[in-house]
T-cell receptor
Framework: KQEVTQIPAALSVPEGENLVLNCSFT??????LQWFRQDPGKGLTSLLL?????REQTSGRLNASLDKSSGRSTLYIAASQPGDSATYLC???????????????FGTGTLLAVQP | EAEVAQSPRYKITEKSQAVAFWCDPI?????LYWYRQILGQGPELLVQ????????DSQLPKDRFSAERLKGVDSTLKIQPAELGDSAMYLC?????????????FGPGTRLTVL
């Protein structure tokens, strides 16, 4: 059964700092890896999607990498801003051996606070 | 920009009462998902529809939860009777199709509190 873990659970940084969020998964049989942002009490916004055949994806100040062999993904945020403060969730689109369909398996998230 | 709509945004109910949540996916999206997110955890899939058919409800507590998407468009998730442990955020998402290259778009969620 796929398990997704995110470290650290919470992170506080000063504005302008570059930072890395970590995501690890136990089963390398994934189709893709996605990063989402969730603001307090709100739904999820998709940030980046990396297909299993890709190594990284970039969008603006965000860069996500994927290493299937080691079961890891990282989200790099450059020049952080207070508006980046949110919870960041990674999710592996995984083979579900016991279920009816393949599905997104989420980590528990990293709560990021960027201090002005 | 098209969005997934959910209502109500907040619901407070007492234990043993019935509650219902509604979701309207992005127009043209064939696949609809209901997730439950307990505070401090990631979302967990409860049920997935392809058009009007359920394709995965393996994690849906069927003794008290039910979901339908009668015309293959909007969907309703019901809990009867509600229990204290059902307090959570209920998220609806939709995608164009169910394939791996299709991004899921999430609605704002319904925050349920069971007293």
């Amino acid at each position: 059964k796929q398990e997704v873990t995110q470290i650290p659970a919470a992170l506080s940084v000063p504005e302008g700092e570059n930072l890395v969020l970590n995501c690890s998964f136990t089963d390398s049989a994934i189709y893709n890896l996605q990063w989402f942002r969730q603001d307090p009490g709100k739904g999820l916004t998709s940030l980046l999607l990396i297909q299993s055949s890709q190594r990284e994806q970039t969008s603006g100040r965000l860069n996500a990498s994927l290493d299937k062999s080691s079961g890891r993904s990282t989200l790099y945020i450059a020049a952080s801003q207070p508006g980046d403060s949110a919870t960041y969730l990674c999710a592996a689109f995984s083979v579900d051996y016991g279920g009816a369909t393949n599905k997104l398996i989420f980590g528990t998230g990293t709560l990021l606070a960027v201090q002005p | 920009e098209a969005e997934v709509a959910q209502s109500p945004r907040y619901k407070i109910t007492e234990k043993s009462q019935a509650v219902a949540f509604w979701c309207d996916p992005i127009s043209g999206h064939a696949t609809l998902y209901w997730y439950r997110q307990i505070l401090g955890q990631g979302p967990e899939l409860l049920v997935q529809f392809q058009d009007e058919s359920v394709v995965d409800d393996s994690q849906l507590p069927k003794d008290r939860f039910s979901a339908e998407r009668l015309k293959g468009v909007d969907s309703t998730l019901k809990i009867q009777p509600a229990e204290l442990g059902d307090s959570a955020m209920y998220l609806c998402a939709s995608s164009l199709e169910a394939g791996v290259r299709n991004t899921q778009y999430f609605g704002p969620g319904t925050r349920l509190t069971v007293l």
